[in-house]
């Protein structure tokens, strides 16, 4: 179903967050590609106070033993943490403020914030599904360090990436679900 002519508001329209990813999953020079048009996010002063750091393979079990070391929790021999492999790829998305008199850190991490979404419209247009993850430990000591994060860094969270069910796709096609009534989130000047 489409909502707009233009393709690029349609796209924003039907974009959707896919909880369960499969395991095929973008390689690098693809995340590299679409990149080139998330870079352009809006970014006073261009700064650009935002990195990605991609985890794969054994990169999830080192995630998964500092939310465990955050946590407190030691498991069993043989059992860890399943969170970060409930997809193949995470990408975490990093706000990396620079000092700068005119743009306060706020504002720097909103720039992250916004090229996180981006990426992850990026990766819907091109047939990837994403869901953005968080969590009360994204920012824990354990968890900033695997991260190798400095100081003034902030975690904003995790785009986990794979491929969609085709089943899961047709229903979405399917879908009468209009926008939102844009007249909820827009007010005047009191």
């Keep these: ?4 002519s233009n393709p690029v508001l349609d796209a924003i329209a039907h974009r959707r967050s896919v909880s369960k990813v499969g395991p095929r999953t973008p390689i690098d020079a693809e995340i590299r590609h679409l990149l ?3 870079t352009h996010v809006a970014d006073h002063k261009s700064l650009r ?3 990605l750091i991609i985890l794969r393979g054994d990169d999830r079990m080192k995630l998964a033993n500092a939310l465990d070391a955050a946590q407190g929790i030691t498991r069993p021999e043989g059992e860890y ?6 997809a193949e790829l995470l990408i975490a998305v990093v706000a990396s403020p620079v000092e700068h008199e005119s743009v306060p850190t706020w504002e720097q991490h909103a720039t992250a914030a916004g090229a996180g979404h981006l990426l992850e419209l990026a990766l819907w247009q091109a047939g990837w599904g994403t869901m953005w993850r968080t969590g009360l430990y994204a920012n824990a000591p354990e968890v900033r360090q695997a991260h190798g994060l400095s100081e003034d860094e902030l975690l904003m969270g995790w785009l986990y990436v794979g491929d969609v069910d085709e089943s899961f796709r047709a229903r979405l096609e399917e879908s009468k679900r209009p926008p939102l009534d844009p007249t909820q989130f827009v007010s005047s000047m009191p």
């Design 36 to 38: 080139a048009a998330v």
């Design 81 to 86: 943490n399943v969170k970060p492999f409930r």
């Design 49 to 51: 106070p935002w990195r």
């Design 1 to 4: 179903m489409q909502f707009f």
